[in-house]
DNA sequence: GCCGAGCCTTTTTTT
DNA sequence: AAGGCTCGGC
């Protein structure tokens, strides 16, 4: 039998959160506890039990929880019946909600997400209105301060005194007029919509009769408020998450959500699983040695019965250069030698940009890698220009994408005309388009920009009226919307060397290829649904990326909760950049040191710890100084190498040794502390 | 209006 | 190191 199949597969305190359905239930589960096994078991049992599919609702924080859930369960439940569960992210249940209801909070229907540099690009230009250029305002700094005022509640201030509030105010004001609506506001909308009106909220509450939320160290308070507007009575919820793992502090989680669980709903049965199932003992031991500087923790205590083979290292290099090279080297050898598929390996490492040395050196060695998340992709000058087309088809009153694309490829309409339109646009309270298709207008602009002008409201027009046609291809749309522009043309004339032209056409090559797999998935949402999903970056990117795509993994600790690998590497532990130098000054060293502890938990059998002395800083060689973390780490189980030393002595043997092998020889000297 | 040369800043982490 | 932005020549 089905059930007791899943069940058999689970151990004491797992079977027993499994089959805890009725009430408030808290799971403190520990990395690598079999977290997402005991949940997707429950919601087989849910299932097995006769309470229907689509009455379940699973909220996850992060897209890849999402889809790997999704996976799994459907997996687990036979007839597709997995498929009817409801599961997303916090904030694409509530873009549901919100296509669905638009008109209650004050939004006209085809309203738009602006995705961050939207935002900015948006707040570059109040600035720029209220302010002036002389005023040196950073727009990215007054876009995180509004997103935590908006996630806390906090009070800016009088927006006749302060700069923040009136700011704010204006940023405010015109989101409404673009009928666009920032990631913040899609959780405060939602929650706003459910609290304010009985008939949507009981509407839901009947829908969704149990609710489970993974990651649960991860909410913040509109998360929390948006879950109590949810879950009514008899409060059938389920949260699972790990007070150690809470690194999402920056965007406003409130560690205390879990720490006092039992303050949002009462009586709830609290599981702890202790029991990890991933790591070797060096590897917990290590992590657990870190972890317990923190204070204020819910007491857990890890462990594993796999003790291993192998040590923790701690490996010294010269520059990032040479660390990069060490790992891509150690890999290559390792795959090579114990036939590890490249999929078994993985990089972790805290900002973004410390990607490009290793992709260079994966590249020379010819290591397939992939590397994960790093939005790059939408942030790619084709990219964004297709999507802007695409978001001001959708919505014409897209101000900020309208720019974006006004002279874009180049039609005779120049910073002037756009310059006039704007003031206008400003002065009339309305949009640009409105203006630029106002007959007035276009009789007031030089004869020789006129034609240009008029030319782009029709392609708009037009291509606007196709985007609402019912069933309405996107990848089609599109293919025709670079057709009639010319954009291949011109983006043929920006490229500076012809390398760059075929990276583009590479580029819009793969959006296509998303286009016509959301045309084939989706045939109902439309155009509205595609942009969407590529602002929330649902589920498609990560699952791609994550399972279908080969290679080493390379990837931020951030992204990499939830995630497991054979080896893993954690490059980068030095000072300013691990914990990183702004979470210093900030005080957030008990975060930071939660997000070192969730990438040592990462690994099953083999961990890699490595800093260097000099690190390349904005095209400068800076002198580093190894993380005040490792201090802190037992030394029971890590074995401490010098690299650049070991390679001078062995520069007569091999290049392609294993370093990790010949290291067998090179006995550390280090005892047990 | 268009385009390129040179100057400037930039770096957390993600929905 | 690299992309964004300004300014000046056409």
Known sequence: MAAAFGME???????????????????????????????????TYMVERGIPPRNILAVTFTNKAASEMKERVNGMIPHGKGKEIVMGTFHSFCVRLLREHAEKVGYKKNWIIYTQSEQTSLLKRIIMRLLGKEENYDPAKAQMRISSAKNTGADLGDPEKDTDAAIFQAYQSEMRALNAMDFDDLLLLGVELLENHADVREARRALHKYVMVDEFQDTNSVQMRLLKALIGPPYNVCVVGDDDQSIYGWRGAEISNI??????????VVIKLEENYRSTTPILHTANSLIKHNAGRRPKTLWSSNTGKDGVRLVITQDDKEEADMIAKEIEAA????????????VLFRTNDQSRVLEQQFRQRRIPYRVIGARSFFDRREIKDLIAYLSVCHNVHDDINLLRILNTPTRGIGNSTAELAREESSERGCSIYVVLCDPDFQRRTPAKNREAVRLFTDLINLFANSARTPGVQVAELTKRLIH????????????????????????????????????????????????????LNDEREDKDDITEKKGVCLITMHASKGLEFPFVYLPGLEQGLMPHRRSFEEGRMDEERRLFYVGITRAMKKLTLSYV????????????????????????????????????ETVTKEEGLSFISGLRALRSDKKPS
């Open 613 to 648: 002395r000099w690190r390349m800083k904005y095209g400068q060689k800076q002198s580093q100084l190894p993380s005040p973390f490792l201090r802190e780490l037992d030394r029971t189980y890590i074995i401490e190498q010098d690299y650049s030393r070991y390679m001078q």
């Open 335 to 346: 795959h090579l030698q114990n036939k590890a598929p490249w999929e078994d390996f993985a």
């Open 259 to 268: 720490l006092d669980f039992e303050r949002f709903f009462p009586n709830p």
């Open 9 to 43: 597969m689970l151990n004491r305190p797992q079977r027993e959160a499994a089959m805890q359905l009725d009430g408030p239930v808290l799971i403190l589960a520990g990395a690598g506890t079999g977290k997402t096994r005991t949940i997707t078991a429950r919601m």
């Open 484 to 535: 009639d522009t010319g954009y291949m043309a011109y983006l043929e004339k920006q490229a500076k060397d012809p390398e760059d032209f075929t990276n583009w056409q590479n580029g819009i090559q793969s959006l296509l290829q998303q286009m016509e797999g959301y045309d084939q998935r989706d045939r109902a949402s439309g155009l509205a649904g595609f942009l969407d999903e590529i602002s």
